[in-house]
């Protein structure tokens, strides 16, 4: 049985690796848009969506980390690696 504090920091790296994959999605930079404000990198995006994006990587990162943890857990899986 894995302990809680355990669970949660696999949990936790696992959130942030599915935040990296969650960013570019759906972003409209400046350049794309036509619409600059002044004094920042024409790049960077026009609106971000945080709250989005937190809400996205939150309902990948728990099917993920379900996986990973039946992974880590099958007798069938620590049979075959070892």
């Known amino acids: 049985m894995i302990q809680p504090a355990t669970f949660f920091a696999i949990y936790f790296v696992v959130w942030w690796m ?3 994959v969650v960013l570019p999605f759906g972003v409209k930079n400046q350049i794309d848009t036509g619409e600059y404000v002044q004094g920042t990198e024409r790049g960077a995006p026009l609106h971000p969506m945080w709250w989005r994006r937190v ?4 309902l ?7 996986l990973l943890m039946w992974g880590l857990s099958s007798p069938l899986l620590q049979e075959y690696w070892s």
């Open 18 to 20: 599915c935040l990296f």
């Open 55 to 58: 809400l996205w990587t939150t």
């Open 60 to 66: 990948l990162s728990i099917p993920v980390t379900a």
